[in-house]
């Protein structure tokens, strides 16, 4: 069995830290924004005559995790509308998603939820428990909305089942002040934040030799913060999780596996069913881990624990792309943005659209929308709302890098559970190939039945 952190160690070094930040868990204006506002405007006066009530839930997407900061956005829409009342509910990546299929179940299902595509279209949209924004998605909209974000937003018949609020590009980081510490920092491209396959396991050997015996973990007690293994498998030899088309998955490329067992066998690298995603952050700004692949712009900003970019005791966390031997990183991108549950009741529908509408299209307030979530404007016409921002400006090159949206592929939630059961596999000792052939079986499978 591949030696791993104990659970015993994990809450010993984890204290009384909570898992830091979000898995999630990442301005000018236009006159190209108003035709969203103005859809819903007849259906505004509508929901506001009614004295509409919606809920709101939303999983933990950077400020919108936080209750004062939703409150103030709240308090902006009802400056406008004052007779649609919106209450919130905040939710996590451990038990969120059971907590939404349970009220989709007991028929309480929330009005308006933010997440992401994978949920909202590929899960519940798949399902037919939404109501369709298609009359939100104007032509001015398709126009001001990135199309790599435009098209991870509806089905294959066109339907939208989100409107797209932020997005942002999933990273890993490093400890650099350690890195530096064993010499290891002349593999890294500082200003590019890239790195080769060769240079990072180098990385990892000589942190290793230096003391650390727990450089990095690829985590899988279950499947928060998932991307990053994911991303850090499919970059280092230019593997692919799903084919160009969302049909079926391919993680079981010769690529892939190559890049599992390098894992596997690189002294410091830990596979760890005991620990998810958000209990990875809390390691590595512990200074338990000396990297993290469970990283994006909310986890660089957090100063919840420890000042912004820096662990605990004081070091610099630096991000950086997963590597490759090509040099050309694909990160995995986080779309987010609200949909609507179709519970029956067409005014709470309406009143939904027009809150969207507000916070997510309305040329006078998108901006601080955007601010809220420390992600970055889907929409070209919101423009550099981070100027003057050293850290944020830094970050945005990681958005050159995004690769293919490919969480929307079906047989999404069966294959993110057959990946943490997968990589707990090969840490107990099955052979690679094994293991990976069950989960692109199991997976297609799940895809073949939804298609």
């Avoid at 909570?18 to 509508?46: M, P």
């Avoid at 089942?161 to 942002?168: K, V």
């Amino acid at each position: 069995m591949k030696n791993c952190i104990s659970r015993r160690s994990f809450l010993k070094a984890a204290g009384i830290l909570g898992a830091a930040g979000a898995l999630a868990a990442c301005g000018g204006s236009s006159s190209t924004s108003t035709a969203v506002s103005s859809t819903a405007s007849s259906a505004a006066a509508s929901a506001a005559s009614t004295g509409a009530s919606i809920k709101l839930w939303t999983y933990p997407i950077g400020g919108w995790g936080n209750d004062d900061t939703v409150q103030n956005l709240i308090s902006s829409f009802n400056a406008k509308y004052p007779d649609i009342k919106v209450t919130v509910e905040y939710l996590d990546y451990t038990n969120g998603d059971d907590q939404v299929n349970t009220a989709i179940e007991g028929g309480s299902a929330p009005d308006l939820v933010m997440e992401g595509p994978e949920r909202l279209v590929a899960n519940w949209g798949a399902k037919g428990v939404m109501a369709p924004l298609n009359d939100l998605w104007t032509d001015d909209a398709k126009k001001d909305i990135y199309a790599s974000v435009e098209s991870a937003c509806h089905n294959e018949k066109g339907d939208y089942y989100e409107y797209p609020l932020c997005m942002t590009a999933h990273c890993m980081a490093v400890n650099m002040t350690k890195v530096k510490e064993v010499g290891a920092d002349q593999y890294i491209d500082t200003d590019k934040h890239t790195w080769s396959t060769e240079g990072f396991l180098n990385t990892v050997d000589a942190l290793y030799k230096g003391g650390y015996e727990n450089v990095a973990a690829i985590y899988c007690s279950g499947q928060g913060g998932d991307q990053g293994t994911r991303a850090i498998i499919n970059n280092m030899y230019g593997g692919t999780f799903t084919d160009a088309a969302h049909t079926k998955y391919t993680a079981d490329s010769a690529e892939n596996i190559k890049a599992i067992q390098a894992l596997y066998d690189a002294k410091g690298v830990n596979f760890d069913p005991s620990i998810n995603g958000g209990e990875e952050i809390t390691l590595f700004r512990n200074g338990t881990l000396q990297m993290a692949f469970c990283w994006n712009i909310a986890q660089q900003l957090n100063a919840d624990t420890a000042a912004a970019g820096q662990t605990i005791s004081g070091d610099e966390i630096f991000p950086m792309a997963f590597p490759t031997e090509s040099g050309d990183p694909k990160l995995c991108g986080g779309i987010w943005g609200f949909g609507i549950f179709d519970n029956g009741d067409e005014a709470k529908i309406e009143a939904a659209k027009t809150f969207i509408s507000f916070i997510a299209a309305d040329p006078d307030q998108v901006k601080d929308s955007v601010l809220a979530s420390t992600y970055f404007p889907v929409r070209t016409s919101v423009g550099d709302i981070y100027a003057g921002n050293e850290v944020m400006s830094e970050y945005s090159k990681f958005m050159g890098y995004l690769g293919d949206y490919y969480q929307i592929t079906p047989g999404w939630t069966t294959a993110r559970t057959e990946w943490w059961n997968m990589l707990q596999r090969v840490g107990s000792g099955e052979a690679v190939e094994t293991a990976v052939k069950t989960f692109v079986d199991n997976a297609n499978a799940a895809a073949a039945a939804e298609a």
